[in-house]
């Protein structure tokens, strides 16, 4: 069973940084990618920061520049480097890892969720 752990969350001033980490129970060389998703009270689940198994990465246009994704095959782990945090950014923060298989000759991507990390942003 994939399990994927969140830390790293808190309270922080507008300008501060913070840095969440997401702690795989298997290899993360394993996943198709892995990824951060944010969501507040009333609003869908939005991807903020992805990155694929070969190291490529992708923002959302609201965190390019401020936010980055890295990962440490060695230890399981994918981190998200918040800088220069807004307001805006405050959020329950989500780890998503996507597996691809091939069921009955078709591919499929089973995704996993970590239970989530709060990141409170105010002045």
């Known amino acids: 069973q994939v399990q994927l752990v969140e830390s790293g969350g808190g309270l922080v001033q507008p300008g501060g940084s913070l840095s969440l980490s997401c702690v795989a129970s298997?290899?993360?060389?394993?996943?198709?990618?892995m990824g951060w998703y944010r969501q507040t009270p009333g609003k869908q689940r939005e991807s903020v920061a992805a990155i694929t198994s070969r190291g490529s990465t992708n923002y959302a246009g609201s965190v390019k520049g401020r936010f980055t994704i890295s990962r440490d095959n060695a230890k399981n782990t994918v981190y998200l480097q918040m800088n220069s945090l807004k307001l805006e950014d405050t959020a329950v923060y989500y780890c998503?890892?996507?597996?691809?298989?091939?069921?009955?000759?078709?591919?499929?991507?089973?995704?996993?969720w970590g239970q989530g990390t709060q990141v409170t942003v105010s002045s």
């Open positions: 298997v290899p993360i060389f394993s996943f198709y990618t």
């Open positions: 998503k890892a996507v597996r691809r298989r091939v069921v009955a000759g078709e591919l499929l991507d089973y995704n996993y």
